[in-house]
């Protein structure tokens, strides 16, 4: 395996050539930072009182991101915390930490920013923006997290293990949102003219789309990578990037061995680097000239390495890091600016064919290779203790309006840790072997904290004192082990080929995916990248294949 690559530089202030500079911006997009389901009081207004929910609140009514409780993630209050199943707990010795609701709602309340979505991007100067990580990251971030969570077990199955104590299925990331049980067991998700090809839709002015039911729900392996405009897109990718390899030749079995080693080459040597930062996943990697890449685990040891749990440390806790990423607003392609959230229609929720002026141009997300960056380019904003405002109130495409319902992502997040027995940062950090962060430089002032702190708040405030460009120590390494191992763990994946792989060319990261997949075709009129007409990905199968279930 090759070093790992540099990072592309990322300067959203610098236009190359041929971009255009916003001259005027008064009025622009004026129609389409509305938010009526949300209050939007003025830039940096003081925090609102929090209203007291009912007791529990609803946490698991939805079906979106961020919705309802993962089947069999209840482990640790349900059948003991040194029990496995599809989750366990990472630290066992550890106990939970249950603060009181108050404190935690309260703390919630405080980590929303109450800036209303942009205009333009190009407007946005609060400090939040991270300028190392470009917005797609956000979105690998949570592609990654619907191939790792999908639950594809037999529902006869879930009925008669509902606590899930039997791992049937596994975390690997084999792309099971884009292949389902593969084209026996989901027709559905493949071409009915040659079942080797994903099936593609097409948007009313005739642009690729996923395929959709007449209500406008795409058909997937995971419905999660249909909730917004930005992650279906990206979807979409994954399908195109399948077909250009059958279309070169492929069979339907190295189509999509390549289009998962791709994925997962992604994971380890672009995504991975971002979050965490190259040091760290340089120096948990060691490679030989032969044979598998040995992965660093010091802490993620399931007890059934052919099917390894989830860590709620990792699922509830660290991996949520990224909520902090998401944007109140996107460019989605030039001068065109959409709130995430907002009026339904004119913002990005999804379960619906791409409108024409929501396309991606991939510019705005990733660095391309051969393009010159916008002068605006959408930015994460940076790994913090703020969300953007769009996440205080979340729409009923991702959870239930009912009654009861907790809207509030902060709120999820930090009550469904406690319901779930998730043990405080501090004590995490012990248990590593790291200086703990005190509860005054937390800035959790409250005597009933007791000098401890949730999980998921001690992630983002530990990256936030560090600058919150990438995780902390202690997020970082819960991030990278948990990923890292469960590759190291599937036996199928690029890490454990016989013969070391790499892509046909590297380095090789998001953009260069993206170009592969044929997906810059697809961006709006003028803002393609320069690729050779009928350009197909090269097909480079390792020389000892590893055969897997479709």
């Not at 980590?111 to 979105?139: E, K």
């Not at 080797?196 to 795409?218: F, K, S, V």
């Not at 937390?442 to 708040?457: H, I, V, Y």
Request: glycine share 10%.
């Amino acid at each position: 395996m090759e070093p790992l690559h540099p990072v592309r530089p990322a300067d959203p202030t610098t236009a190359g050539p041929g971009v255009s500079r916003r001259g005027v911006l008064a009025g622009l997009a004026a129609g389409l930072v509305a938010l009526p389901a949300v209050d939007a009081p003025a830039a940096h207004a003081a925090p609102r009182k929090p209203a007291t929910p009912p007791a529990a609140g609803v946490l698991s009514r939805g079906s979106g991101h961020g919705a309802g409780e993962l089947r069999g993630s209840q482990i640790a209050v349900t059948s003991g915390r040194r029990a496995e199943g599809r989750f366990g707990v990472m630290f066992p010795k550890l106990p939970a930490f249950a603060p009181d609701d108050a404190l935690l709602i309260g703390l919630a309340e405080r980590m929303i920013d109450r800036t209303p979505p942009l205009a333009d991007v190009s407007l946005s100067n609060d400090g939040f923006d991270n300028p190392d990580m470009p917005a797609g990251f956000a979105y690998l971030g949570q592609f990654v997290d619907h191939d790792m969570t999908l639950d594809r077990t037999p529902l006869p199955a879930q009925d008669q293990d509902p606590k899930a104590l039997v791992n049937f299925d596994t975390p690997f990331f084999d792309l099971g949102s884009v292949y389902g049980g593969g084209p026996a067991v989901d027709p559905q998700l493949y071409d009915p003219a040659d079942p080797r090809r994903m099936r593609l839709g097409a948007t009313p002015d005739g642009r690729p789309d996923l395929p959709r039911r007449a209500d406008g729900t795409a058909l997937l392996g995971d419905h999660r990578n249909d909730e917004n405009l930005i992650i279906a897109q990206f979807h979409l990718a994954f399908l195109q990037a399948h077909n250009r390899f059958v279309d070169s030749g492929a069979s339907f079995e190295e189509a999509q061995r390549l289009t998962r080693w791709h994925f997962q080459w992604l994971i380890v040597h672009d995504f991975l680097p971002h979050v965490v930062g190259r040091p760290l996943v340089q120096s948990m990697l060691t490679a030989g000239t032969k044979g598998p890449v040995v992965v660093d685990r010091r802490f993620y040891k399931p007890g059934n390495p052919a099917r390894p749990m989830m860590p709620i440390e990792y699922s509830v806790g660290a991996y949520r890091f990224g909520h902090s990423m998401v944007r109140a607003e996107y460019e989605m392609n030039d001068e065109v600016t959409i709130p995430f959230f907002g009026s339904p229609g004119h913002d990005l929720r999804g379960s619906r064919p791409i409108p024409a002026r929501a396309r991606a141009d991939w510019n705005y997300f990733f660095d391309l290779p051969g393009v010159s960056a916008p002068d605006d380019r959408n930015m994460t904003r940076l790994i913090d203790t703020k969300l953007a405002l769009p996440l205080s109130e979340l729409p009923p495409t991702v959870v239930q309006h009912v009654d009861g319902a907790i809207l509030n992502l902060a709120q999820r997040n930090l009550l469904r840790g406690k319901r779930l027995g998730l043990p405080a940062g501090q004590d995490v950090a012990r248990a590593m072997g790291i200086t703990p962060i005190p509860n005054d430089r937390l800035g959790l002032t409250e005597r009933g904290w007791n000098g401890r702190a949730p999980l998921w708040f001690y992630v983002l405030k530990e990256a936030e004192l560090q600058g919150g460009r990438t995780l902390g120590p202690v997020g970082g390494r819960i991030v990278a082990e948990v990923i890292l191992g469960v590759l190291s763990l599937d036996r199928s994946s690029f890490l454990n080929a016989a013969t070391p792989w790499t892509p046909a060319t590297t380095p090789f990261a998001c953009g260069d995916f993206l170009r592969m997949a044929g997906a810059l075709e697809n961006m709006p009129a003028g803002d393609e990248a320069e690729e050779p007409d009928g350009e197909v990905p090269e097909v480079e199968l390792p020389e000892e294949e590893h055969p897997e279930d479709a």
